[in-house]
């Protein structure tokens, strides 16, 4: 695992490299369609299984003063959530999401490994942003 390869794939795609922009919209289209929609604002044919809703992936810079969550957003795809009348509201994507080992560091110094799909798909979402 190379220290750094996370922010080394974030910074890719913020220089105009879309390879990691590509993989994730594909593990988007894959994993994350039926409870946040394809257009990921939250309207997916599961969603209304879920009484408090699902999140509009769209708008998390917005609910973040502006700046995407990266951290958050690694962190919720690779940690399952509560559960919701028998169905876990948010699986722990990660085990799902095959991929090269990655270690992500956030601004606060923590680290998280992780792998280079995970790292993709956050950096989809940050494309997506309104």
């Known amino acids: 695992m190379r220290p750094g390869l996370g922010m080394i794939l974030l910074a890719g795609v913020l220089a105009g490299c879309n390879a990691p922009v590509d993989v994730g919209r594909s593990a988007y289209l894959g994993h994350c369609t039926d409870c946040h929609g394809s257009d990921a604002r939250g309207t997916g044919p599961l969603a209304g299984l879920f009484s408090a809703g699902v999140p ?3 708008a998390l810079a917005a609910a973040n003063g502006g700046t995407f969550p990266d951290a958050h957003v690694i962190r919720a795809i690779g940690t399952p959530s509560e559960v919701h009348g028998g169905i876990t509201a948010m699986p722990d ?15 606060d ?14 950096a989809y979402l940050r494309s997506l942003q309104d």
Do not use: E, K, N
């Open 56 to 58: 509009d992936l769209t």
């Open 93 to 107: 994507f990660a085990r799902l999401l095959s991929g090269t080992p990655a270690r992500y560091t956030a601004p």
């Open 109 to 122: 110094g923590s680290v998280m490994d992780t792998t280079d799909t995970v790292l993709a798909l956050a």
